[in-house]
């Protein structure tokens, strides 16, 4: 069983930065593709970014490549998500995902594919 907490949502204004952590307990090691989805009322989850464990092969969602940055801390147990230059259609709930196995940029439109969920944090982008 794999138990992820994120934590770092806020409120901001457009431009501005913030950066989300994933605290993930149970067997997350070698093989397991984890991420960030978000989801804004009324609209689907979407896949913001997906990175593959150990190696490290990232995928992100063409409306947030060149301004988040995905990232995990193995000595932490943390998954990261740096977001930089913050606009208001950026605004959601932000979740922390992950499942066995391999990632790839499909997996990104695919929620359904991924079996362990956090709580989600809130993002907030005011103009």
């Known amino acids: 069983q794999v138990h992820l907490v994120e934590s770092g949502g806020d409120s901001v204004q457009t431009g501005g930065s913030l950066r989300l952590s994933c605290a993930f307990s149970g067997y997350v090691y070698s093989g397991y593709c984890m991420g960030w989805f978000r989801q804004a009322p009324g609209t689907e989850r979407e896949g913001v970014a997906i990175?593959?464990?150990?190696?490290?092969?990232?995928y992100y969602a063409d409306s947030v490549k060149g301004r988040f940055a995905i990232s995990q801390d193995g000595a932490k147990n943390t998954l990261d998500l740096q977001m930089n230059s913050l606009n208001p259609e950026d605004t959601a709930m932000y979740y922390c995902v992950a499942k066995p196995g391999g990632c790839s940029s499909g997996f990104l439109r695919r929620p359904s594919r991924f079996d362990y969920w956090g709580q989600g944090t809130q993002v907030t982008v005011s103009s």
């Open positions: 990175i593959y464990i150990p190696a490290g092969g990232t």
